[in-house]
């Protein structure tokens, strides 16, 4: 009982798997990717605070630490499934609030229990830490998809994961956006690569849409 | 395209884990879970036999080798889940059905499409062979979680896996089912386990709703 | 005691693993290729079927469901030491129906042995079952060894294992093996690969033999 | 080059295992901790709000989200080690900034260092947000010696590590940390366990110190 | 080809596990395997020196160091397979052996033939350093038995597999037998377990025989 | 207590991974480390007598056997790390040792302590023995980066592990080197590569130092 209980839980997330049956050369834990995200999303944050936007470092904290902790209740619902209706969707983002609101009512303390909706509430909304939460998100997409392809991995569907992640952090305008595309991404389509993938040509599509 | 790449495919069941991030002693594949259910319905088909039970061995053939086939596309659904609403759960299995049909539609070759969309149908239904597939399924159901908790796993969850089959396969009224009752699941309570938890105790409780 | 010894046996063979040392990107167990075996062996008589054979789906059931039961007895005896000379080859093969037997001897009840007896015998004999049993084992070791030399692996090993199962495959005179060599092998061919080592070369001089 | 140097060396913290031989049941990455520690972080701060103390988030979010990044440089040292002189405590963590500042003087840009200074330096100071950090670090020492304890690892580091990390944190005196001590560790307390240690008396005796 | 050919199969030695399938807590390499039987052959050697006798340690690094090499060739053949038939087990060793020297003749140059025939021939024999050898190789295995009785694993084949090694050593004529059964063994009885099972009860039913 | 608490400590050395975070493609333990050291040790030394050099055998066993045994207590610190300072790194080995003697002092028996000191000691030195486990060490770290390289790992730390390793194997002037260099190295240049690396260059740039 009690935040025992959630603190005990964050250990399966060490457990599950993105993705899974996906990734041949290395899997990710949910775990490590929330906290890689924690990373992009500062990077990205201090970025936009240089360039004079104002950073509400609490709710960017509240909203990427446990970001994806749903997933201990509702598991890895592939994203071609959550896409596929958006009924659908939307089903299982009541669904997966529904759990996550009655594990706070059960074993959340009343004194801390408005903290913990904010907490595990979904935090990709139009604020620029929202946004920010976005493209952290989608920038671990860009990595885990890389690192397969780079390694030789030639599934269509990291072309697809890559691209779609790249097209949907180009969609969202921010400074830090800008910074990414035209400084780090380079970083990146520069390494040397075992893939008979032309990754340079992909990122270059992807970017022109 | 083609047949071979279903057969491709189905190296992707062997890293896709079921119930992720519960199993703390050893996890098990959807691949060799498929594979047990196919030895247990076997075996309760051979029950039947014995029994006077006619038997449509193509037919079950055919419902228990692909039995979880869709979870490559729709990923591990926790069973809370799917189960929270029934719109939800109807919703979810229509995607898995589209997702199915239209892996079908776009790889296996016009004359054996009608073969593969009896392959990978839901094969669980009110027939012999359905009942005895919905059987096998929760019987492994029951292995994974006995081996669980005889290991000295002491949450919550596997005694309601464990239980929650029992009672399922208690309400299928058939021969194998009684033979699995009386003459195997007492192998498996007399089993020595490092369990504080009273399997024993759970089991009958269990049979007796 | 009983079918239970049987069903908690299973899942030994999810942990004992095909060609240990061997494998570099990928290992698979026993229980994960013997579901793919079930799958292949479906396929392989459904077009059978469509060609106008008979199948015995009993039987079908019966050999290929458990066909590497055995293994939890002698464990993974590598190809090369098995065919080291007819007379070890024999040697072990009584060996392994001694412990079947004996095991099916000491738990299995009474009126089940024969099922069992059954069961867990060779099952590659001339019937076109057992050859469909033989062809779909040789497909899976194909399908390995094409997954590491697509993933880069240049031992020489794999090359042989891909080259004598295509050889092995090719000797057996069946429709659907036509099918296979002619319309499944080369989607496998045609995959993308980051070999060195000429697939397609190593094919056509397989089938020429 | 670049940040982007930065965003792909976090992949090796999913593969740094934290004390390396010791743990028997489940192994944790440093990246799993650290996701983790920002998550108690967050909570520890939660509850001093609560109290009426001032947080600065942002520098919780700087210090708590790369606190272990200086073991991609200098490995996982093994604290008795790392204790085992004053002297050499010193020099390792000469070391460790050392690598860090070249690390950043090589692939940060001229605009982010002084960003990475802040973010990659040691966060445990006097400050509320140090101390906040210090007792979260010291918090997943104590959920992972108890997880091992409770699976029944009777080995008795852990029990020291449990202890240790207890007494260290007792020693903090934070109103959070009454709660943690009064609310949550309790129920830590009471979770049945397999162990024959007796996790009570040593959780007693600890915060007896 | 030449004896990098030799260092390079090493690793296979890394990958192939011992017992496949049995072990529940912790696998063991056949490399890790080896590097132990050194380092307990070489304590018995020093046992030995110090009462006296005369150490060939050349003959001894000689035998100890590849003493498993050959389970390369032949994997890991189960041990009631092994001793199933007097005619079988001299069958596989004369396999073995043949395909040890077959690799001798392919791959060492001829001037290191004659150390490699040494090096990898069956070491135990009834010389001193032959039945160190022996003892060695089964005090690991009375450790790995252990190790996994201690943690609980209650499964028979484990008992058995601490019995027999124990019975074997005592039937070894050596004071450093002796030693290990009068100061080393019984701190091992004396560790605390986690099993039902009587491991005091056993050792000493085993000594006794 | 006593050497049963050294012979059960070798299982940890089965866990502690050589350079984590860095191998993606295969990782090493200490122990199959260690056990790969005494492999190429003895090759050397047998070369070296066949130039008619007198290998004092006892003492090589000696040293290789437990040459990484350290590490239990210290754990794997980085390269960079150790040679970062003259200073932290006599700091570290005093500390090692002090670790190791302490060890030694508390579980060892009287009788045997001399033994052990002499076996955990750092056996690198000027004499034959001591050189050539230094080879054998340094040849590891050529065979577990080239594994690497040659799976396509193109991260520089790899080709500095392989360069760096043959350039302190060249500056040890020894007859088993030389053979090593002439005859040995070759072939595993000669070895079929999938990395954009150039392995030969390398080999030549660093042995030409």
Same mark, same amino acid.
């Given at each position: 009982?009690?935040?025992?209980?959630?603190?005990?839980?964050?250990?399966? +997330?060490?457990?599950i798997?993105?993705?899974?049956?996906?990734?041949?050369?290395?899997?990710?834990s949910v775990a490590?990717?929330?906290?890689?995200?924690?990373?992009?999303a500062?990077t990205?944050?201090? @970025?936009?605070e !240089?360039?004079g936007?104002?950073?509400?470092w609490?709710?960017?904290? %509240?909203?990427?630490?446990?970001?994806?902790?749903?997933e #201990? /209740?509702?598991?890895d619902i592939?994203?071609?499934? !959550?896409?596929?209706?958006?009924q659908?969707?939307?089903l299982?983002?009541?669904?997966?609030e529904?759990?996550?609101?009655?594990?706070?009512e059960?074993h #959340?303390?009343?004194?801390?229990?408005g903290? /913990?909706y904010?907490?595990l509430?979904?935090?990709?909304?139009?604020s620029?830490?929202g946004? @920010?939460?976005?493209?952290a998100?989608?920038?671990?997409?860009v990595?885990e998809a /890389?690192?397969? +392809?780079?390694?030789?991995n030639?599934?269509?569907? /990291?072309?697809v994961?890559?691209?779609n992640a790249? @097209?949907?952090?180009k969609h969202?305008?921010?400074?830090?956006?800008?910074?990414f595309?035209e400084? @780090?991404?380079p970083?990146?389509? %520069?390494?040397?690569?075992?893939?008979?993938i %032309? #990754?340079?040509q992909?990122?270059?599509?992807?970017?022109?849409?």
């Open positions: 009982m009690g935040i025992h209980k959630y603190f005990r839980s964050l250990n399966e +997330l060490e457990r798997i993105r993705c899974p049956g996906k990734f041949k050369f290395e899997e990710h490590a990717h929330s906290w890689k995200v924690v990373q992009y500062k990205l944050a201090d @970025i936009e !240089k360039h936007a104002q950073i509400d609490k709710k960017l904290y %509240n909203i990427t630490s446990s970001h994806d902790y749903g #201990i /209740f509702i598991g592939k994203t071609p499934v !959550k896409h596929s209706s958006m659908l969707r939307q299982i983002q009541q669904v997966e529904g759990m996550v609101n009655h594990f706070i059960e #959340i303390p009343q004194e801390f229990k903290t /913990f904010h907490q509430r979904e935090g990709k909304d139009d620029l830490e946004l @920010i939460l976005e493209v998100d989608k920038m671990d997409q990595y /890389f690192a397969e +392809l780079q390694r030789g030639t599934e269509k569907e /990291f072309v994961m890559y691209r790249l @097209i949907k952090i969202i305008k921010l400074r830090s956006v800008d910074y595309l400084e @780090i991404l970083d990146m389509v %520069n390494e040397e690569t075992l893939s008979s %032309n #990754i340079r992909i990122t270059e599509e992807a970017l022109a849409l």
